[in-house]
């Protein structure tokens, strides 16, 4: 079966600072891997996704993930930090056609000034 | 244009009550979600249908009856509603199902009095 750790519940940072949150996945076949962005009391947007090819993958808003086969991970990560980023980030797994997205239990991020 | 969108946005209501939330997606997806995310913002999946075809199915009470009328539209009707019902309600929509995103609408927050 697959699932996915968010390694951190919260991730606080200095505005300005570089951003990691963590992300470990289980899956018995190669999955495609997702980010998403929740921002208090909306729904759920896509950041970036891996699904073949570069396992480097930018997103939106300066947001980039690499996909790391040999360490099960697909970490997020983002050179300098704005305040704008403050919300909840969920990490996702899809293993093959025919299931749903399933999701880690998300970090909140939180950035100071 | 809203691509996907939920109705109502909020809904509170007693317990033993039955209730229904519906979704429309203008996206032109085949596959369409229900995901409910609990207290601590996790996030899990309920049903999945594949051109008004049901194709995921966790395990739910039976009180949760999705209905698909066309492949744009998912509603969820629950059956006497309890007190743990109570939580945010997302729809999504994907067009299939293998490395393609799921693009959610805002959310539905049940609260069950």
């Known amino acids: 079966a697959q699932s996915v750790t968010q390694l951190g519940s919260h991730v606080s940072v200095s505005e300005g600072a570089l951003v990691l949150l963590r992300c470990n996945y289980s899956?018995?076949?190669?999955?495609?891997l997702f980010w998403y962005v929740q921002y208090p009391n909306q729904g759920l947007q896509l950041l970036l996704k891996?699904?073949?090819?570069?396992?480097l993958v930018k997103g939106i808003n300066g947001f980039e993930a690499e996909f790391k086969k040999s360490e099960t991970s697909f970490h997020l990560t983002k050179p300098s930090a704005h305040m704008s980023d403050a919300a909840e980030y969920f990490c996702?797994?899809?293993?093959?056609?025919?299931?749903?997205?399933?999701f880690g239990k998300g970090t909140t991020l939180s950035v100071s000034s | 244009d809203t691509a996907v969108s939920q109705t109502p946005k909020y809904l509170v209501t007693q317990m033993g009550n039955d209730k229904s939330i519906k979704c429309e997606q203008n996206?032109?997806?085949?596959?369409m979600y229900w995901y409910k995310q609990d207290s601590k913002k996790f996030l899990k999946i309920m049903f999945s249908?594949?051109?008004?075809?049901?194709?995921i199915n966790e395990t739910v009470p039976n009180r949760f009856s999705p209905k698909s009328p066309d492949k744009a539209h998912l509603n969820l009707h629950i059956n006497s509603l309890e007190l743990g019902d109570s939580a945010v309600y997302f729809c999504?929509?994907?067009?299939?199902?293998?490395?393609?995103?799921?693009?959610f609408g805002q959310g539905t927050r049940l609260t069950v009095v």
């Open positions: 999504a929509s994907s067009q299939g199902q293998g490395n393609t995103e799921a693009f």
């Open positions: 899956s018995s076949v190669p999955p495609y």
């Open positions: 891996y699904t073949t090819g570069a396992t």
């Open positions: 996702a797994v899809r293993a093959k056609a025919g299931t749903a997205l399933i």
């Open positions: 996206l032109g997806h085949d596959t």
């Open positions: 249908y594949n051109n008004k075809e049901l194709i």
